[in-house]
């Protein structure tokens, strides 16, 4: 029988360069790491290599990860205000176009350029062999294989800008300006780290129907850039209908309004002010304690003196179980996208405790307008 102390558990999955420095951070600490590929086979799992550990390690590790800030990206003194630019994740599913159509529109809309993206990955075996003519051959195998899928990608996007510019031509999309771009690495890392450069006022995403997210087994992209992304994200679900995005006449937005959501409102509103939509503000827990009379009356008061020409109104969720509540709330007031904001968890809780906006993404079909908090 397997001893408890001597089983294997994945601690985080990346590119293997970021695999390796991880695993050397790690092993200063005197922490065993073994690193393993992740199966290809698998479409719907992202592509890396697996970070591994015992078990026995985990706390130790989490506290090395969160006290170094390995990962995150360094504190730049007067960055410059964001663009007029949207980012559009593709993986040339039917859902990218989806999302490709809402995100032109709402470039339109802003008078904004588009930039169209995809994050490819290219699996590499590092090669150890000991003898000349073995290494050489295993090194052009790779170089084939990198090219190859290269040439695919390349293939793909392609196809799909010419259907880009086939619809802007029909009229199905407005005219405006866009380009592509195509990056090797695993999906999640590369869009959040181009996001940096880019500086877009918005990321608009694809995701597949709810009853079809039970199958990632991982989780998906887009749930893991939301976790993480500074930058508002604008999910589209494969089941929408066009002009839930393209004319939202009914906005929510889920909040508790401590002081962090009351900022991100702010954000929120700048974001959807081109509509001439009813705002619709919902608590985001079933508890009744947070939406008391009085509480309500103050924060009418507040939101009167500083959006006086917006349309908003107030609903408290039904008891229950909330995923339910919002799905009534949804039907009864016709929402068009739901807005709400992520807070930045430290990995142990985004590891066995998702947050609201990813509970959201894998039981909705609604498109979620996410901000960072």
């Given at each position: 029988?397997?001893?408890?102390?001597?089983?294997?558990?994945?601690?985080?999955?990346?590119?293997?360069?970021?695999?390796?420095?991880?695993?050397?951070?790690?092993?200063?600490?005197?922490?065993?790491?073994?690193?393993?590929?992740?199966?290809?086979?698998?479409?719907?799992?992202?592509?890396?290599?697996?970070?591994?550990?015992?078990?026995?390690?985990?706390?130790?590790?989490?506290?090395?990860?969160?006290?170094?800030?390995?990962?995150?990206?360094?504190?730049?003194?007067?960055?410059?205000?964001?663009?007029?630019?949207?980012?559009?994740?593709?993986?040339?599913?039917?859902?990218?176009?989806?999302?490709?159509?809402?995100?032109?529109?709402?470039?339109?809309?802003?008078?904004?350029?588009?930039?169209?993206?995809?994050?490819?990955?290219?699996?590499?075996?590092?090669?150890?062999?000991?003898?000349?003519?073995?290494?050489?051959?295993?090194?052009?195998?790779?170089?084939?294989?990198?090219?190859?899928?290269?040439?695919?990608v390349q293939t793909d996007m392609e196809n799909m800008c010419m259907q880009v510019s086939r619809k802007i031509k029909s009229g199905e999309l407005p005219d405006v300006k866009y380009d592509y771009l195509l990056r090797e690495g695993l999906p999640e890392e590369e869009i959040i780290s181009y996001s940096k450069e880019y500086r877009p006022l918005m990321v608009v995403m694809g995701t597949r129907?709810?009853?079809?997210?039970?199958?990632?087994?991982?989780?998906?992209?887009?749930?893991?850039?939301?976790?993480?992304?500074?930058?508002?994200?604008?999910?589209?679900?494969?089941?929408?209908?066009?002009?839930?995005?393209?004319?939202?006449?009914?906005?929510?937005?889920?909040?508790?309004?401590?002081?962090?959501?009351?900022?991100?409102?702010?954000?929120?509103?700048?974001?959807?002010?081109?509509?001439?939509?009813?705002?619709?503000?919902?608590?985001?827990?079933?508890?009744?304690?947070?939406?008391?009379?009085?509480?309500?009356?103050?924060?009418?008061?507040?939101?009167?003196?500083?959006?006086?020409?917006?349309?908003?109104?107030?609903?408290?969720?039904?008891?229950?179980?909330?995923?339910?509540?919002?799905?009534?709330?949804?039907?009864?007031?016709?929402?068009?996208?739901?807005?709400?904001?992520?807070?930045?968890?430290?990995?142990?809780?985004?590891?066995?405790?998702?947050?609201?906006?990813?509970?959201?993404?894998?039981?909705?079909?609604?498109?979620?307008?996410?901000?960072?908090?």
């Amino acid at each position: 029988m397997e001893n408890k102390e001597d089983k294997l558990i994945t601690l985080a999955i990346h590119t293997f360069e970021k695999a390796q420095i991880l695993k050397t951070i790690l092993e200063t600490e005197g922490i065993e790491v073994y690193i393993h590929n992740v199966n290809q086979i698998q479409p719907v799992v992202s592509a890396g290599v697996r970070v591994r550990i015992k078990e026995s390690d985990l706390p130790h590790a989490l506290r090395i990860i969160e006290d170094s800030k390995w990962l995150d990206e360094p504190q730049e003194e007067n960055k410059p205000a964001r663009d007029k630019k949207i980012l559009i994740p593709i993986d040339f599913s039917d859902y990218s176009m989806k999302a490709i159509d809402v995100g032109f529109h709402y470039a339109d809309r802003l008078g904004a350029e588009v930039m169209i993206i995809h994050a490819y990955f290219s699996p590499y075996f590092p090669t150890a062999a000991p003898f000349g003519d073995t290494l050489a051959y295993y090194q052009v195998n790779e170089e084939e294989t990198v090219q190859s899928i290269l040439k695919r990608v390349q293939t793909d996007m392609e196809n799909m800008c010419m259907q880009v510019s086939r619809k802007i031509k029909s009229g199905e999309l407005p005219d405006v300006k866009y380009d592509y771009l195509l990056r090797e690495g695993l999906p999640e890392e590369e869009i959040i780290s181009y996001s940096k450069e880019y500086r877009p006022l918005m990321v608009v995403m694809g995701t597949r129907g709810s009853n079809q997210k039970d199958l990632d087994l991982i989780g998906s992209v887009t749930a893991e850039i939301i976790e993480v992304s500074k930058i508002p994200v604008l999910t589209v679900p494969e089941n929408v209908r066009y002009e839930s995005c393209r004319k939202a006449r009914n906005i929510a937005f889920a909040t508790s309004f401590d002081q962090k959501d009351l900022v991100a409102f702010d954000a929120f509103m700048d974001l959807v002010k081109t509509f001439d939509a009813q705002i619709h503000l919902f608590n985001i827990s079933t508890s009744k304690d947070e939406w008391n009379e009085i509480r309500l009356t103050g924060i009418k008061e507040y939101f009167k003196k500083q959006y006086p020409d917006a349309k908003i109104e107030y609903t408290v969720l039904n008891d229950g179980d909330l995923m339910d509540a919002v799905e009534s709330f949804v039907r009864e007031k016709h929402i068009d996208i739901i807005g709400l904001t992520t807070h930045r968890r430290n990995i142990l809780a985004r590891m066995f405790n998702p947050g609201i906006a990813r509970k959201m993404l894998f039981h909705t079909d609604t498109p979620l307008l996410v901000l960072h908090a």
